[in-house]
Structures are given as C-alpha cells and as structure tokens.
C-alpha cells in the first residue's frame, strides 16, 4: 500500500497545516475570536456530529480542549486510549479507518508516527486532524499564533525566537509563521535543527509572504524579539536519550538573562511561550514561566477556541 507522504486525501484533512495556507488561518482566527468572545451564538454548530479522538500518547491540553470545545459547539466526543495497542496492531490501519468513517463524523489522532496519519487519511472519508505526531503539531503552531495576534496584535512581522528542539512544535511553529508573515529566528543545539525538508516548506510560504526564517546555533541571535518559546528538550518516547540531550542542551535554557537580551531594543519585555508540559528549571526557570510576560496559559486555553474553529469549519456551518 502506498500512502500519501507529502499531500492528503482530503482537503477536509488537517495533518500539517499545509491544508489551510495563510488565509486559511487567519479565516481561522477570525471564526476562533468570534467563538471566545461569544460561545452561545455557536452552541449548536456540531448538533449531532460525533468526534473519536485515537490516542496513542497521553495528554491534558489536547483531550480536554477537544472534549469540552466539542460539547461547547452541541457534539458528542470519544476518547480511545491507544496507550496499550497502537494504531494498527490489533487490525490494519485500513479496517480501522473504514469502520471509523462508518460512524463518525471526525477523527483526531494523537500518535507516534506521522505515517499513521497518512494512512488514516487515505482510508478514511471523513476529516482527520493531527493532535500530534512525530513530525507536526499544527494545532498547537494554530493556538500559539492565535496567541500572538491577542498580544501583538499581528503574525505580520512579529519577531519570534523559539529555543531548543527543532522538533514536531518547531516543525508547525515554523510552517505556521512562514505562512503568516512572521520573522522567526530558531536556535538550536548542533545536530538538532529543524529537518531540512520543513525549512525548504517554509522558504516556499515565506516568498510568498514577506516572512523571514533564520536557523542559527547562536544564542545571541535571541536579541530584540517579541516573544521566546521553547519546549521539553526530551519529549515522549526519548527517555534513553536523555543524559545526553540534557548535556546538548546546556546553554539553551530559558532564563531571566536569556529574556533580557531578547527584550533589548524594545519598549516592553519580550513574552515567554511553551506548549506544556514543562519542565520547570530545565528548559525554562519558575521566573520566567511564572512571570507577567508568559502567556503559556494563554496558549493552554486558546488550544480549544482554535480547535473549535477548526471542527466549525471541518464539519459545521461556518465555511
């Protein structure tokens, strides 16, 4: 069986935020700001939709944004725990997505590998959305730029300095704001950029959209930023690496002295992001992820106003 690596059945499907393109988000946004600030006129949007969130990773942010913005918008959400029994094991991808698409109206996948995904996507003929997979995280890249237009006030030139992993949060982060016009600067650790294939992605959008993308090792590059964001230097799943990637990282943490020199050149402190979980004085110090310029809460809360949108969109009347 061949899968779509690099497109999607659907253009109902939402694995890498390539679905959406630029206007597509902000649309998005806009539907989302409607919802936060008037969540009775959307109450009956999903009537009758029925959403099966699959997932192989635990969560708190992605499953309780999911199953309460779906009750919020009159639909019903279940959640199947694949922690035991990955996607595939106990019978093929296919069978699985052919049944699902029998009797729901929507499938959120949270998994391991991006390919499962795919495979879910091609089977399947109603939506998929990606909760997180190796690769991407385009709902968390949708709350956090979403974020950024309630503090900023644009993602058009909006100077954001994400520090760490070039991982599946940097992957989206980076596609997400090379699409919307923003200037991203992502510093990393030698060996753990961003993969080559994301970047290339992004350039694409950027021509088209004004955005800059930098990659540097260089912690000074941080300087006169609107915002920092980091996340876990060792996610799920790399736990036998993580003397090693603790001893890589060294340098890279989030501090006060790291928050002054992004803020320098500007006339108010530079926010701090982070996806959650954290790990307090490891990434990110109490004084920083505690202080007044974090908006990590923010970021947890917009999660389900963004996702809600999205599901509007997917399966709704707010096209």
Same mark, same amino acid.
């Given at each position: ?53 699959? !997932? ?9 944004? !999911? ?123 030698p060996g753990f950029e ?49 003397? !090693? ?25 530079a926010l701090f992001m ?18 007044? !310029? ?26």
């Amino acid at each position: 069986m061949t899968t779509k690596a690099t497109t999607v059945s659907k253009a109902t499907d939402l694995l890498t935020l390539d679905e959406l393109g630029g206007d597509g988000i902000r649309s998005l946004f806009e539907t989302a700001a409607a919802m936060k600030a008037n969540p009775a006129e959307f109450r009956g949007v999903l009537t009758g939709k029925s959403v099966i969130m699959l !997932f192989e990773k635990p969560s708190l942010r992605t499953r309780v944004s !999911f199953e309460v913005g779906v009750a919020r918008l009159g639909g019903h959400a279940m959640f199947y725990d694949h922690g035991s029994v990955k996607i595939g094991e106990r019978e093929s991808v296919k069978d699985y997505a052919k049944n699902l698409e029998r009797w729901v109206d929507c499938i959120v996948a949270r998994v391991f590998k991006h390919t499962i995904l795919d495979e879910l996507a091609y089977y399947a003929s109603k939506p998929v959305v990606n909760a997180l997979s190796d690769m991407h995280h385009p709902c968390q890249a949708l709350a956090d730029c979403f974020t950024l237009t309630e503090h900023v006030g644009t993602t058009d030139g909006v100077k954001l300095a994400y520090v760490g992993d070039g991982n599946n949060v940097a992957h989206s982060l980076i596609l997400a704001g090379a699409m919307l016009g923003a200037q991203l600067t992502v510093v990393t650790p030698p060996g753990f950029e961003p993969q080559f294939d994301i970047l290339r992605k992004a350039m694409a959008h950027a021509q088209k959209s004004g955005a800059k993308i930098t990659v540097t090792n260089d912690i000074e590059a941080v300087e006169g930023h609107d915002a920092v964001y980091t996340d876990v230097w060792v996610s799920m799943g790399q736990a036998s690496q993580q003397a !090693f990637r603790l001893a890589a990282f060294q340098g890279y943490q989030v501090d006060a002295e790291l928050m002054a020199r992004a803020s320098r050149g500007r006339s108010k402190p530079a926010l701090f992001m982070h996806c959650l979980p954290a790990n307090r004085n490891i990434e990110v110090t109490d004084e920083v992820i505690d202080s007044p !310029f974090s908006v990590v809460y923010d970021q947890a809360e917009n999660r389900m106003h963004v996702q809600m949108a999205l599901l509007a969109k997917l399966l709704g009347d707010t096209n």
